[in-house]
């Protein structure tokens, strides 16, 4: 069974600081997604990252792919109330036939004080 | 749009009772999952299916069971509930078309078992 560690559980942090989620694991993904989810409801993909050492961006938020894609990191800068929500990463098994069965880290709650 | 709906969305179970939750997706995925959420652990695979007729166990379906008769349903039912049973459901839809799938959840439907 493959296991993804994410880290911090909680985060509680004042508008305008930046946050790094990180998610690790010791086996290798083909992919790796993000999703958020809010109370209430089913989590939504933010982003998908497949090889190793991608960077991608969205908006105010960064995300990068381990170069052994084993590891991901989500960064925000100058955070909002409105990125407060559950953030989870989520990886897919490298090496034959997965069916897109995903590992989910233990998720991220983030608060943000205006 | 549609997408993932689940029924129903709460529901109180007596330990020993039996339930069906209801899943259907209108965007023509063949890919389905039924997930499970507790708090602090992240989601867990329970059953998934790449197909009408085809279903596989996940990481934790002792105590469930699904079946695939369509491509646009796949209910989960639940046999003489138990209280680790207590959880939120997720069902979940893919289309895979380019090998690394964003999933689409639905809203969840929330169970308790007393």
């Known amino acids: 069974t493959q296991l993804l560690e994410q880290s911090p559980q909680f985060l509680s942090i004042q508008e305008g600081e930046n946050l790094t989620v990180y998610c690790n694991s010791s086996s290798v993904f083909s992919s790796l997604q993000w999703y958020r989810q809010e109370p209430g409801e089913g989590p939504v993909l933010l982003v998908t990252?497949?090889?190793?050492?991608e960077v991608k961006k969205l908006k105010r938020l960064t995300f990068q792919f381990g170069d052994a894609r084993k590891d991901s990191s989500l960064h925000i800068t100058a955070a909002q109330p409105g990125d407060t929500g559950l953030y989870l990463c989520?990886?897919?098994?490298?090496?034959?036939?997965?069916?897109?069965?995903?590992?989910f880290g233990q998720g991220t709650i983030l608060t943000v004080h205006p | 749009n549609a997408g993932v709906t689940q029924t129903p969305k709460f529901r109180i179970l007596k330990i020993g009772q039996s339930m069906t939750l209801q899943c259907a997706q209108d965007?023509?995925?063949?890919?389905m999952y039924w997930y499970r959420q507790d708090p602090g652990m992240g989601l867990k695979l329970i059953y998934y299916s790449v197909g009408a007729g085809i279903t596989d166990k996940g990481e934790v379906p002792n105590g469930y069971n699904v079946s695939r008769s369509t491509t646009e349903d796949f209910p989960l039912r639940l046999e003489l509930a138990a209280p680790s049973q207590t959880s939120v459901y997720f069902c979940?839809?893919?289309?895979?078309?380019?090998?690394?799938?964003?999933?689409?959840f639905g809203e969840g439907s929330r169970l308790t078992v007393l």
């Open positions: 979940a839809s893919s289309s895979r078309r380019d090998n690394t799938g964003e999933l689409f």
């Open positions: 989520a990886g897919e098994e490298a090496g034959g036939t997965s069916y897109g069965k995903l590992t």
């Open positions: 990252v497949v090889t190793g050492g």
């Open positions: 965007m023509n995925h063949n890919y």
